[in-house]
């Protein structure tokens, strides 16, 4: 995952210095900003797992930014500011042993308790666009960034973490608006910096509309 993670910035982060090279300022008509609501669950393929549910909300800023168009491809430079509302509740209480913590009781007593999280998550992400037609296109999406959660669960520690995230989209231009629909994949881990690191996993569907500066 670390190997990952490094890879998504290096290489998003070479895109972007070589596009800001060849550019000496950003061109206006590149870039759309917008707005996203979205929802995401751990009891849903890949991650249907019994250990626990995790279940989110989420509100987004969208900066997007084309650096490349050739014909039908286009590639983009995605920063997205989030705010997130999480449930979690821990289900297997077995998950909390007593090698973990010496206070293990107490600790399953509050993890198997449901229990709302708000995380606030910076992703940086590269896309890839494919044109189907003048107005509609398909993309994929990964992306990597900072996130800092307001408490702790049994799978990962309170504070600063990562948010990496793997998607496919759909969108349809209405000039100047863009409207979007995507659907997601989401692991959040902190690197090992602290235990637990266990992470968390959700599927992710989330509707976006963008204007055309």
Sequence with gaps: MRK???FIVFSVSTLFVNNFSAYSQIKK???KLGLSYGTGSQNKWPFDLNDYTHKVNFYKLLLNYSISKKRKWAYEISIEPSYNIAEHQLLNKWFVKESDYTDYLEKRELYTQKRTIK???LNLGFIIRYSVNGDLSV???GGVGPMISNKATER???????SD?????LSYDIKPFRFDFR???????????????????????????LYQL
């Design 139 to 141: 993309y994929a999406i």
């Design 165 to 169: 995230v793997f998607g496919l989209g």
């Design 156 to 162: 990962l520690s309170k504070g600063y973490a990562f």
């Design 4 to 6: 990952n993670i490094f």
């Design 119 to 121: 995380e606030y998550v």
């Design 29 to 31: 008509e590149n870039l």
């Design 183 to 209: 659907y997601s994949v989401r692991h959040t881990s902190n690197l090992e910096l602290r235990p637990p690191n266990s992470g968390h996993n959700t599927t992710n569907i989330e509707f976006s509309i």
